[in-house]
């Protein structure tokens, strides 16, 4: 492998002037040598255009380009990245999110990663620095339901399409295999792209590596209670499958094994629940969580049951998600 391939780094933007600065910064202070960033404006209706103007004024890496009209069966995000892809003139495509922030020495450490697997595709859950209340209880589950739910060893040593998981805030592609499956346009109407994408490239012959990025890569995914309950409205259910019989299954299954026992301490029985903080406390540890977050797991999982739910209503219902000023089915 060319040991400085370039790297087009490549961030869609849609009211994203919150977190303009600090994305840049980070970007710009990336110790690797050969990299573009080509940044679009999602029709946005916030200061976001004139920030990025600002801050990337005199620096030769960056572009930034204005997002075209958003077409019928389209998911904003996904043709924000689609119209990168069509600009970008990498040997690998990292797509990031808006509330990324990376290391120095991030792009170094994953493609030695990727080089060293021999993959197509590097994703990863990032570290979630969590403020608000909602996002205490949600946003951290990501990484428990990574660890204990998926088979991570099928995930990254097998082909296999249903033991797939990826995080849209952090994927980085090797280009030719991106253009082959067809790049975002193969995903063009789906609410959760990452993880259809990822599976595109498992059933296209890729490898597929889902590494602990929480070392290099952090993500404020939400800077409010209402977009964290946004958020996972529009992605939960989706994300499932659209099954009901898997949100009930799960939903039994949550209360039985991870509330059900924290119920028993008025009982006095004390073991089965300090074994799931314990579990708890190992995630958070591994994913540079705080150590208190895992004191909130049955509260959190209760919240989980109760949004799968809600998701599942609106959908049943054929009402539409909303996010980020447009609406989806």
């Known amino acids: 492998m060319n040991r400085t391939p370039l790297v087009s780094i490549l961030v869609p933007m849609r009211n994203e002037e919150q977190n303009v600065r600090d994305l840049l910064l980070s970007?710009?202070?990336?110790?690797?040598?050969?990299?573009?960033?080509?940044?679009?404006?999602?029709?946005?209706?916030?200061?976001?255009?004139?920030?990025?103007?600002?801050?990337?004024?005199?620096?030769?890496?960056?572009?930034?380009?204005?997002?075209?009209?958003?077409?019928?069966?389209?998911?904003?995000?996904?043709?924000?990245?689609?119209?990168?892809?069509?600009?970008?003139?990498?040997?690998?495509?990292?797509?990031?999110?808006?509330?990324?922030?990376?290391?120095?020495?991030?792009?170094?450490?994953?493609?030695?990663?990727?080089?060293?697997?021999?993959?197509?595709?590097?994703?990863?859950?990032?570290?979630?620095?969590?403020?608000?209340?909602?996002s205490k209880l949600l946003v951290p589950l990501q990484h428990f339901i990574i660890y204990f739910h998926l088979p991570i060893v099928f995930a990254n040593y097998t082909l296999r399409a249903d033991t797939t998981a990826a995080h849209g805030a952090f994927m980085l592609f090797e280009r030719d295999a991106y253009l082959h499956i067809g790049g975002h346009r193969s995903v063009q109407s789906s609410l959760v792209e990452d993880v259809h994408i990822a599976r595109k490239m498992k059933e296209a012959g890729f490898r597929v590596i889902l590494a602990n990025i929480t070392s290099y890569v952090s993500c404020f995914m939400y800077d409010s209670n209402q977009a964290t309950w946004a958020g996972f409205t529009k992605n939960i259910f989706v994300g499932l499958g659209r099954s009901v019989p898997l949100v009930l299954f799960l939903s039994l299954f949550y209360?039985?094994?991870?509330?059900?026992?924290?119920?028993?301490?008025?009982?006095?029985?004390?073991?089965?629940?300090?074994?799931?903080?314990?579990?708890?406390l190992y995630i958070d540890k591994n994913t540079q969580q705080k150590a208190y977050v895992s004191l909130l797991q049955p509260f959190a999982l209760l919240t989980l049951i109760i949004l799968m739910f809600y998701s599942m209503s609106l959908s049943l219902r054929k009402k539409r998600y909303e996010w980020k000023g447009r609406t989806y089915l």
């Open 255 to 280: 209360t039985i094994f991870y509330i059900f026992p924290f119920i028993l301490l008025v009982k006095g029985i004390y073991m089965p629940s300090l074994f799931l903080l314990l579990q708890r």
């Open 27 to 134: 970007i710009q202070s990336l110790s690797y040598p050969n990299f573009e960033c080509i940044i679009i404006n999602d029709k946005s209706t916030d200061q976001t255009w004139e920030l990025l103007q600002q801050y990337t004024q005199g620096d030769s890496r960056f572009r930034i380009l204005q997002g075209r009209t958003l077409p019928e069966r389209w998911v904003g995000k996904v043709h924000a990245c689609h119209q990168l892809s069509e600009v970008a003139q990498g040997d690998y495509f990292l797509f990031l999110d808006a509330d990324a922030r990376l290391t120095p020495d991030t792009l170094e450490a994953s493609l030695s990663l990727m080089d060293q697997h021999k993959a197509k595709l590097l994703t990863g859950f990032p570290a979630f620095p969590v403020e608000t209340l909602l």
